[in-house]
């Protein structure tokens, strides 16, 4: 009779837990079945009136009903706040095509941008980063690479003057000279930073733009080397596929010189709009340092000898990015800016 | 230097190439080729005509109907509108399907030029086109037969149905050549001539020079002394009488044409031939004009004034050479030729001059006298003394040959100190070494010798001839030998020997960090010039005695816009921020990372002091207290994390006095920043507010510190207390601050300002200022009465600088 009681007792109570659907109706449940005056517990009370030899087996069909509703309740709990949270997410879908709430990151200049690349390609091969004045000795700038006076790269066409010794430098080169005469060797480094030449602000000119000095010297330096390390340079920075030409040319302080071409990084080599038709892309100066340079700059150039480049930072960054017009570069135009 | 490819084949005959694989293998030797100009790219189908019947076309005034012979068994009917039409007249003639250059006008050349086709014109058909030299894409100053406007009238004994283009020596190619300052030599055809036949391992032709002159003697016309000879090596005169003025041969016009040069007269134009030819500018004076027929060189006197032959008056000084007859001055050595001396049409005699003149001088009078030449542009070079007499010789060959004139015999010829070739040792090992080759010493000497630097095996040594001024040591050989060999059968290997370590100094390093910072903290990067206005100082309020003013100046700048060295990073800066502003781009933040320039003393005797200063701005978003966080993020980030403290006492005019601080670190001044003052603003065009900070990075870097050392996160709990107080307005709440970290010292963990207000209810001058404070003890919990000690001794700190507790 108890067993049906019992019975009667889990059956009401799963079947309300079936039909219930919220949580205050859980809980009612709870109360009726399971609470202090509960049905389920009023029959635990009534235990006492049980056979003594019966009361375990008794008790512990009431506990194993009891087991069950609790159990029932809960997964039905589980449920509801589950199916809760389904809504609750439902209600709570945004359009995720509306404007995106971004951190106003500040963007370098393309120049930077440039030096950096060309900075991480040499520090990588062992060379080191190296500044040097801006304002410079006549002496640096020219005499020690090689280029006397009255030559025509000192006309005032050309150079800016403080005075006769003190003049705005035209080229990173004077830093090769500074660096060789400390005398620390081997040397390995590349110098990057402002020059300046007397032309007027145009499309393609500048008074004031930038370069970057490659200086090796060493005691089994060759031409070779050269070759080697800015054929590496060039596809470091514009691809693996890039090759690269060796054009005799002339600079003072070196001997021999070459200019130095690259495929073409839109066309590849084949002649387009952009190298105007050409396939390759004019790109640096370099040579191999000349046995008189060393010799002023107190290295014995019998035992020594040392290639030199120099590689215009606007050049790379305008033909690098696209840039048509090399006045962007100064103007600091935001819109400009933040493309970089 | 432009030089047709016809000229060259003069001299190098098998030379047989494309113009592409001229130009890249000559380009890869060292005569870098910009460029070439195929002069009949777009001529096609044009014969020699000529007019046999003129008849007038019925429905056009203008234009008449031509029936043209080209050699075919048929005449040719052509419709033309030519106002210069006879008949028997010979014209050049486009075939139905040809092509010319461009229009009759001679406007822009269209590119791929006109195609012509047969048609009717008025109803009357015309199967072909007569042209102008303008259509065939030349220019009647090349062409002296051509007419005003018409039809080119091509020689009476051109073959009829002959090719037109070949006739007018247009099956040609003009190339363009960027010569490097050390090949003066290459500046002429022979070479350029010489470098082809080099490259291509050909023959070199030079042109044969005969003996030249009567029986007479040169000396016996005309004397010259050379005063100066240390701007005057050389100095070589011939005579030339009887002269014949006449119209130069078709050859040499065309080649001259060719070159850009305008064909006048056999004079002229011999003058100007040997000038392409040998690279030396030659002049002629009228023997007739020059006073008792004596020639001297010699310096100017300061203030001499003369009139060339282009009719303008020059001043003279005492270091341009002249060379002047027995009274008077008649030409600018190596520049032009005088007024007064000048050929004229009834020039009888001639005086021909070849000289070698101090290349940096004429340089340098050039430019004072203002006046720079195709001479005085060759000259300033530095001419090879030896072409002087083989180019006046060659002229003279030139004058008989075209029946120019008679050549007296003999030639002046003033050579103290005649240049010598160098030499130079041939060390084969050393340029193996030199290149990273491994070439035979038979190898380099075949490669030099076909630029003629000779070897000696008695002196084991290389002989360079007199033109070639660039050899003087074994770098020199083993870039001729580099350039014959090929550069790129030059092995690519990277260096070896001992590894180095790379990488940027510290100072480098800051920068780095700082100019990342930056970047992060929403600020782009722009780079201004480093020179500017002295004008600057007064947009930014800089009072006239200040010392920012003392700048360096530049002895030539581009103008006054750019003619100070930067003493202060704001100007470029500003006008960045300002350019946005003007272009209407909102909430700008902008920042560069550049040196300053100041002088030790003015004016400089040694390098200035060069400060890298980091420079930041923006307008739009933002206020005092934002640029203030951003500096103290920078100074975290570059390792300053110890008190910062702004001295809101220092004078900086551009500023906004009540809104800027020096921001100083350890005691020291290490920037700046704050509001740009409200008159800036307004000069530089900025209608808003506008904020910057400057940071001097070689202070900052003093104290800049990328070792981090890490303190435990404490375990213990924390106190905290909220204190809130009345103070006058006028006190800034750093002094607060001072007494909370006084007070607090040792357990003090943070503190934040959490209220300021002030209202009428506090009274006018008083201000009500809220902080939190966070005690904690790193080794255990605290105990109430050690944080109610701190507070006592806080509001005794706060009660001497007037502050009272609120309740």
Not at chain 1, 167 to 174: A, F, G
Not at chain 2, 182 to 211: H, M, Q, W
Request: proline share 5%; glycine share 8%; charged share 30%.
């Amino acid at each position: 009779m108890l067993n049906e009681q019992l019975e009667q007792i889990k059956k009401a109570a799963l079947d309300s837990i079936a039909q219930v659907t919220d949580l205050d109706g859980l809980n009612e449940i709870r109360v009726r079945y399971l609470g202090k005056k509960g049905e389920l517990t009023a029959v635990l009370k009534n235990l006492k009136d049980v056979a003594p030899e019966d009361r375990p087996r008794v008790g512990q069909l009431v506990n194993d009903a009891k087991a069950i509703i609790e159990g029932e309740l809960a997964r039905a709990k589980d449920e509801m706040a589950a199916k809760a949270r389904e809504l609750r997410m439902q209600a709570e879908t945004i359009d995720v095509t509306l404007p995106a709430k971004r951190n106003a990151l500040g963007h370098a200049h393309p120049n930077t941008v440039a030096l950096e690349e060309v900075e991480r390609i040499f520090t990588g091969m062992g060379y080191e980063v190296i500044s040097g004045p801006e304002i410079e000795y006549d002496e640096y700038n020219f005499t020690k690479l090689n280029i006397p006076a009255n030559h025509p790269a000192k006309d005032e066409q050309d150079t800016f003057y403080i005075n006769k010794e003190i003049v705005l430098r035209t080229q990173t080169s004077p830093v090769q000279a500074r660096v060789m005469e400390q005398g620390r060797l081997p040397i390995r480094m590349i110098s990057p930073g402002r020059v300046f030449r007397s032309d007027e602000v145009d499309a393609t000119h500048s008074p004031s733009f930038h370069q970057v000095e490659g200086l090796v010297i060493d005691k089994d330096i060759t031409f070779a080397d050269l070759k080697g390390t800015l054929a590496e340079f060039a596809k470091k920075l514009f691809g693996e596929d890039t090759r690269v030409k060796f054009r005799p040319h002339h600079f003072p302080f070196t001997e021999p010189s070459a200019e130095m071409d690259v495929t073409c990084f839109k066309c590849g080599g084949k002649g387009c709009r952009f190298c105007k038709g050409e396939g390759w892309i004019e790109i640096l100066g370099c040579g191999m340092v000349h046995p008189h340079v060393l010799e002023m700059c107190g290295i014995d150039n019998e035992k020594y000898r040392g290639f030199a480049f120099g590689v215009g930072l606007e050049r790379i960054a305008l033909l690098k990015y696209e840039i048509d017009d090399m006045r962007l570069l100064y103007e600091n135009d935001i819109r400009f800016l933040k493309q970089f | 230097m432009n030089t047709p490819i016809s000229w060259i084949k003069v001299y190098v005959p098998d030379l047989d190439c494309t113009n592409q694989e001229y130009r890249d293998a000559m380009t890869l030797t060292g005569t870098k080729v910009e460029g070439f100009e195929e002069l009949d790219k777009n001529l096609d189908k044009i014969v020699v005509g000529q007019v046999k019947k003129i008849d007038k076309h019925p429905d056009a005034e203008k234009l008449i109907i031509c029936q043209v012979d080209i050699g075919e068994p048929e005449l040719l009917q052509i419709v033309t509108g030519a106002p210069n039409v006879v008949e028997g007249g010979k014209y050049p003639v486009v075939l139905h399907g040809g092509r010319v250059a461009g229009g009759h006008d001679g406007g822009p050349l269209p590119e791929g030029g006109i195609k012509i086709t047969k048609g009717k014109l008025r109803g009357v058909e015309s199967f072909g086109m007569m042209c102008s030299i303008e259509e065939l894409g030349s220019d009647k100053n090349y062409y002296p037969n051509a007419p005003e406007s018409g039809l080119y009238p091509m020689e009476a004994d051109a073959p009829v149905g002959a090719d037109a283009i070949e006739l007018l020596g247009l099956h040609d190619t003009v190339f363009e050549y960027e010569i490097t300052s050390n090949r003066v030599d290459c500046y002429s055809i022979i070479g350029i001539a010489r470098e082809a036949a080099a490259t291509f391992g050909k023959k070199l032709v030079l042109p044969e020079v005969p003996a030249t002159g009567n029986s007479e003697k040169a000396s016996d016309y005309i004397s010259v002394e050379v005063k100066d000879a240390d701007l005057c090596p050389r100095y070589c005169a011939r005579v030339v009488k009887n002269i014949k003025l006449a119209p130069s041969p078709e050859w040499m016009q065309r080649r001259l044409a060719n070159s850009g040069i305008r064909p006048i007269n056999n004079l002229v134009d011999i003058t100007n031939y040997v000038m392409q030819e040998y690279g030396q500018p030659m002049h002629a004076f009228d023997y007739d004009q020059i006073a008792g027929h004596k020639i001297i060189v010699k310096r100017a006197n300061d203030g001499d004034k003369f009139v060339t032959l282009d009719g303008q008056e020059r001043i003279l000084d005492k270091d341009i050479l002249m060379i002047c007859d027995g009274e008077k001055e008649i030409g600018i050595a190596g520049i032009m030729g005088g007024e007064n001396s000048m050929i004229t049409d009834d020039v009888k005699t001639m005086v021909f001059e070849s000289a070698t003149f101090d290349g940096t001088n004429i340089r340098l009078s050039a430019k004072r006298v203002g006046l720079r030449t195709e001479a005085s542009g060759k000259f300033e070079k530095g001419l090879d003394p030896e072409t002087a007499k083989a180019a006046i010789d060659r002229a003279c060959a030139l004058v008989e040959e075209l029946g120019a004139g008679e050549v007296v015999g003999g030639i002046i010829d003033i050579y103290p100190d005649p240049v010598h070739e160098s030499r130079v040792k041939l060390e084969p090992e050393k340029i193996n070494k030199h290149l990273g080759t491994d070439l035979t010493k038979q190898q380099m000497v075949d490669y030099m010798a076909r630029v003629d630097l000779k070897y000696d095996p008695s002196t084991d040594e290389i002989v360079a001839p007199t033109w070639r001024q660039d050899i003087h040591c074994m770098a020199d050989l083993s870039e001729e030998v580099a350039r014959f060999f090929g550069y790129d059968k030059i092995p690519t290997t990277l260096p070896k020997g001992e590894a180095t370590m790379g990488g940027v100094n510290f100072a480098h390093r800051v920068q780095d960090v700082a100019r990342e910072t930056a970047m992060f903290l929403g600020f782009s990067e722009g780079m201004s010039f480093s020179f500017e206005s002295p004008k600057v100082y007064d947009l930014l309020r800089v009072p006239e005695n200040d010392p920012a003013r003392n700048a360096i100046k530049i002895m030539n700048p581009l103008g006054e816009d750019f003619s100070i060295m930067r003493t202060m990073p704001l100007h470029g800066l500003v006008s960045s921020l300002a350019t946005n502003y003007k272009r209407k781009n909102a909430n700008v933040r902008l920042f560069e990372m550049a040196n300053i320039y100041l002088p030790k003393a003015l004016p400089l005797t040694e390098l200035p002091d060069e400060r890298m200063q980091l420079a930041l701005g923006f307008y739009g978003e933002g206020d005092f207290y934002a640029m203030k966080g951003v500096v103290e993020e920078l100074f975290e980030k570059l390792g300053l994390k110890d008190k910062i403290t702004y001295d809101a006492k220092a004078e900086r005019p551009y500023l906004h006095p009540g809104r800027r601080a020096d921001v100083v670190y350890h005691g020291e001044t290490v920037g700046y920043l704050g509001e740009l003052h409200p008159q800036v603003c307004e000069n530089y065009g900025i209608d808003d507010r506008a904020y910057v900070a400057v940071i001097d990075m070689p202070s900052a870097m003093k104290f800049a510190d990328f070792n981090i050392k890490y303190t435990g996160i404490a375990k213990y709990p924390a106190v905290t207390r909220d204190i809130s107080v009345t103070v006058a307005r006028s006190l800034p709440v750093g002094a607060i601050e001072e007494c909370i970290e006084k007070a607090g010292k040792g357990i003090l963990e943070s503190y934040a300002l959490f209220d300021v207000f002030e209202s009428e209810k506090l009274g006018a001058d008083v201000k009500s200022v809220a902080y939190t404070m966070t005690y904690r003890h790193k080794d255990r919990t605290l105990e109430d009465k050690e944080v109610n000690d701190v507070m006592a001794r806080l509001l005794e700190e706060l009660s001497k600088i007037g502050a009272k507790l609120r309740d």
